[in-house]
């Protein structure tokens, strides 16, 4: 019965790991793709549509800079949150060290 159990849990346990990993190697919505520059069917496309439409690149690219300065101050702001968190936790890491030397004395 015990083997029963722990082969259960261990099928379990091996279907969330592979199911997890399987989510973890899709790429995410947030994701920005970059088509490579030397791809022989890319490149003349590309240029027959900037050659076409300027203004459409202009405002591709004014979009893209402005997602771009979003997610600068999206990063700025969690790395002040991890400062934060690190300066809390080497605080705590003191307190604890103090603790140990007081408790050795007593």
């Known amino acids: 019965m015990r083997k029963a159990i722990l082969?259960?849990?261990?099928?379990?346990?091996?279907?969330?790991?592979?199911?997890?990993?399987?989510?973890?190697?899709?790429?995410?919505s947030n994701q920005v793709v970059v088509q490579a520059a030397n791809t022989p069917g890319a490149a003349p496309a590309q240029q027959a549509a900037v050659?076409?439409?300027?203004?459409?690149?202009?405002?591709?690219?004014?979009?893209l800079w402005k997602e771009f300065q979003e997610a600068k101050k999206r990063n700025d702001e969690l790395?002040?949150?991890?400062?934060?968190?690190?300066?809390?936790?080497?605080?705590?890491?003191k307190a604890a060290e103090q603790l140990k030397i007081f408790a050795k004395r007593v």
């Open 7 to 28: 082969n259960a849990l261990l099928c379990g346990s091996l279907a969330m790991v592979i199911a997890w990993q399987a989510a973890a190697q899709q790429p995410s």
């Open 51 to 63: 050659a076409k439409d300027p203004s459409a690149d202009e405002a591709t690219a004014q979009t």
């Open 79 to 93: 790395m002040k949150k991890q400062e934060s968190t690190l300066q809390a936790l080497d605080e705590l890491q």
